[in-house]
């Protein structure tokens, strides 16, 4: 799981609720991520961050929101709005080299969200 | 658009035994291609990746794949397996389009090796 780490491991709320997730890496990354894993789907990306004060939505980011204050750190909001929020969220970072090429994103040990 | 493909849901191999985990992809231009790992209730470890060079490409743990490109294939191999080597395996391609290091992931092969 190298330098990244995800707080907590698992969540639980209520419907209605909305939830930060944690995610803090040391690897001086630029680039970070966040995934959602569904059993049989794979990963699906939810939004990334190239670099500090900048964010772009992945496929699925409707429902959730994020910020991108410090290099560190790149939380995630899972909002009311988010119909089925119920998964295993996976934080990720990478080097971003000029020219916007990075190599291989290293992942965190992820945070399971049950909302009921 | 970029894609893998990994038609295996499950594959079963007795320790000792060889053992392929094969992934497909479809790209426009040159593809950047990676495997990952994923144990129980744990984030996703790097293995290895194709960026350009070799066909074949050797990773952790004893694992290789082989680039082919004829057959836009991407399949992890080890000539050995372990007990240990059993996990749920991703195969992903960068994308290209739309800006970003952005990866996309197969939908995983759960791999289960028998003693």
């Known amino acids: 799981d190298g330098g990244i780490t995800q707080s907590p491991k698992y969540l639980f709320r209520k419907e209605g609720q909305n939830v930060t997730l944690s995610c803090e890496q040391n690897?001086?990354?630029?680039?970070m991520y966040w995934y959602r894993q569904d059993p049989g789907q794979g990963l699906r990306l939810i939004y990334y961050?190239?670099?500090?004060?900048?964010?772009q939505k992945g496929d699925i980011a409707e429902g959730y929101s994020v910020s991108r204050e410090k290099k560190e750190s790149f939380p995630l909001t899972v909002t009311s709005a988010q119909k089925n929020p119920t998964a295993f969220y996976l934080c990720?970072?990478?080097?971003?080299?000029?020219?916007?090429?990075?190599?291989?994103?290293?992942f965190g040990p992820g945070t399971r969200l049950t909302v009921t | 658009a970029q894609s893998v493909a990994q038609p295996e849901d499950q594959v079963n191999v007795a320790e000792g035994n060889p053992l392929t985990v094969k992934c497909t992809y479809s790209?426009?231009?040159?593809?950047?291609l990676f495997w990952y790992v994923q144990y129980p209730n744990r984030g996703l470890q790097f293995l290895l990746k194709?960026?350009?060079?070799?066909?074949l490409v050797k990773g952790s743990y004893g694992f290789e794949a082989e680039f082919n490109k004829s057959q836009t294939s991407f399949h992890l191999k080890k000539p050995s397996a372990l007990v240990s080597d059993s996990a749920l395996y991703f195969c992903?391609?960068?994308?290209?389009?739309?800006?970003?290091?952005?990866?996309?992931f197969g939908t995983g092969t759960q791999l289960k090796v028998e003693l």
């Open positions: 990720a970072s990478s080097y971003r080299l000029a020219g916007g090429d990075s190599y291989e994103q290293y």
């Open positions: 961050s190239q670099i500090v004060n900048d964010f």
């Open positions: 690897l001086n990354h630029d680039a």
């Open positions: 790209v426009s231009g040159n593809p950047y």
């Open positions: 194709y960026i350009t060079g070799d066909n």
């Open positions: 992903a391609v960068r994308r290209l389009v739309g800006g970003g290091n952005k990866l996309t």
